[in-house]
């Protein structure tokens, strides 16, 4: 594990709101009980110990109860407080997820709200093991979240996506083997959001040539425009954006947009918020 400056530790008292020779002698009596010394430290850092590596995950997975236990009190007293980790693929379009946090902050200002975004396969990851509350996702029609509570909110065709210069720019329709003359940006392989791309072109007995992998998709777009490359998008997610031109594709591959939520049971922010979805019946 990285080591810390010494002068990181005035900078961990502030934030535990207690003064460094109070946090230090905290410490010391947690590792006296312990038997076992949790930090080495010298002049110029302070790093854990094989101790302190070993207790830090059940000391977090503490806390995390702890923060759990005090949100669920206020709950049942009509409060509604704690913490909300919110997942999405970049391209969601089946909710105005802006909106539904403004709306979720007006109904309940002592929720601290953080966003994450990443790729469908590991929100789903992250909700199954709780590192995240809900997410928004998008999967091929052949896959469905597993693991985790889901709803489905939205099904959605393919679109290519090309420069305005391109020879097909003109084209009202294309189909999928004209598409695979050609080169892609698209998703890294084995991503939720590439493989219902790459089925599609195998299911047709066609192969194509992927000559950029972009993990964003906003970026990936950027790349079309500048004629490095055609896409396959949803059809939902393309009309957001400019300078590029969209054709319909005769044989496209469809995907659908999932929320997800644990089945463990969510938080009573997490709770809040997918009533503000209009979850309730799923609760």
Not at 229 to 253: C, F, K, N, Q, S
Not at 256 to 261: A, D, K, M, T
Request: glycine share 8%; proline share 5%.
């Amino acid at each position: 594990m990285a080591s810390r400056s010494s002068s990181d530790a005035p900078r961990a008292a502030e934030r535990c709101l207690v003064v460094q020779s109070a946090l230090s002698h905290q410490i010391a009596r947690l590792e006296k009980e312990l038997g076992a010394r949790l930090f080495e430290r010298t002049t110029r850092r302070v790093r854990l110990t094989p101790a302190g590596v070993a207790f830090l995950p059940a000391a977090r997975q503490c806390l995390d109860a702890a923060e759990r236990a005090a949100a669920e009190v206020a709950a049942a007293v009509g409060e509604v407080r704690g913490r909300l980790c919110v997942g999405l693929i970049p391209s969601v379009t089946a909710v105005d997820l802006p909106g539904a946090l403004r709306d979720f902050r007006r109904r309940h200002p002592r929720v601290r709200v953080s966003l994450r975004v990443g790729g469908s396969d590991d929100l789903v990851d992250q909700v199954r093991e709780g590192s995240a509350d809900v997410a928004f996702l998008g999967l091929p029609v052949t896959a469905r979240p597993r693991g985790v509570a889901a709803r489905e909110l939205l099904r959605d065709r393919l679109v290519a996506v090309v420069a305005p210069d391109h020879p097909l720019a003109a084209e009202s329709a294309v189909d999928l083997a004209r598409l695979a003359t050609e080169e892609f940006v698209d998703l890294p392989a084995g991503t939720a959001g590439r493989v219902q791309s790459d089925l599609a072109f195998t299911a047709a007995g066609l192969t194509r040539d992927v000559a950029f992998e972009v993990t964003n998709a906003d970026f990936l777009a950027r790349l079309v425009g500048q004629g490095l490359g055609v896409a396959m998008l949803p059809a939902a997610y393309v009309a957001r954006l400019t300078g590029v031109t969209t054709i319909e594709i005769t044989d496209a591959p469809a995907r659908v947009e999932y929320v997800i939520w644990s089945r463990e049971g969510s938080t009573p922010a997490a709770t809040a918020f997918l009533r503000i979805l209009g979850m309730t019946e799923a609760l």
